[in-house]
């Protein structure tokens, strides 16, 4: 029976997406695990929930809290306040999140993303401010802050961010989790704004599952510094190039039809390698993957 919604900025329209086997994928290499991905990709806007370089899904759900706890804490009200985020791959959310709250937004971004990405962005009513690409998020944060400081009512989400408690009721891939998965597979990166967030979330998975096994990956397509997740609650990292995770996108396109982009395919990569190691061998892994590589095609990401 079907689910309604009466609107699209119900947060369980972001919390219930897909969980598939990679059942091709596991039989082209013989795997001895049990492979499955989240694909957050089905979310409203056709995005991962929880940004592309986070490491936790359901960012809608931080977003929403965050906005909330300063609303009710009278830090920011719909006629005064402009919002201004730094960001990289999470504009698209942080966009319509902010726009369905009824917000004023500015994001300061480099002036490497995709036109697509922006072109999106811009349609959520949000205003964008392009940084030199060579300086990465950092020139981002720093023109975020400049402008914080110029534009009167203006706030970072980032200041409430750590004062925000952990959400306990985190979706469907928390629940699964929990109660199924050996092993869970995420990328390293996350925006600087919610990384108090990335701890609290893991720290609130380990509570609920002493025995799983968070392993974060780091791509080569990370040169920034400032995305960097917390390391806490991560009990290994993989580091993957380039090259590998291309691989991984033609061979998922290959053997599951699903078309994913670089990062996705770092985390993928990583899996098998984890899938590969004896002593994971008759284990549940879950790889999150991101949006799909059809936003990222004017870039030099693929």
């Keep these: 029976m079907s689910t309604f919604y009466s609107k699209p900025t119900d947060v369980e329209l972001a919390k219930h997406t897909p969980l598939l086997r990679l059942s091709s994928y596991m039989k082209m290499y013989g795997l001895q695990t049990d492979l499955l991905v989240k694909i957050d990709a089905f979310n409203p806007l056709a995005k991962d929930s929880f940004s592309k370089r986070a490491v936790i899904p359901n960012f809608d759900r931080v977003i929403f809290a965050i906005i909330e706890y300063a609303e009710k804490e009278k830090l920011i009200d719909k006629r005064h306040t402009v919002l201004i985020e730094p960001c990289f791959k999470s504009g698209v959310g942080l966009a ?164 994913i982009d670089m990062l996705a395919g770092a985390v993928i990569h990583a899996a098998v390698q984890i899938s590969q190691c004896e002593k994971n061998f008759g284990k549940s892994i879950l790889v999150v993957l991101p949006d799909t590589t059809e936003r990222y095609i004017s870039t030099k990401l693929l």
């Design 96 to 259: 319509w999140i902010i726009q369905r709250k009824g917000y004023k937004l500015i994001l300061t971004m480099p002036d490497t993303m995709s036109k697509k990405h922006i072109s999106l962005i811009q349609t959520l009513d949000a205003i964008v401010v392009l940084t030199p690409g060579e300086k990465g998020v950092e020139g981002a944060i720093e023109k975020a802050k400049q402008l914080k400081d110029e534009i009167p009512g203006a706030v970072m989400l980032e200041q409430f961010a750590d004062k925000v408690p952990a959400i306990r009721k985190t979706g469907d891939i928390w629940e699964y989790a929990c109660e199924n998965v050996s092993i869970l597979v995420v990328s390293a990166d996350t925006e600087p704004a919610f990384q108090a967030q990335v701890s609290n979330l893991l720290a609130f998975l380990k509570e609920r599952n002493k025995d799983i096994k968070v392993v974060s990956v780091k791509s080569e397509l990370n040169k920034d510094k400032a995305f960097e997740a917390p390391e806490y609650h991560i009990d290994e990292t993989v580091k993957v190039k380039n090259e590998d995770a291309v691989i991984a996108v033609e061979e998922i396109a290959i053997t599951e039809g699903m078309i």
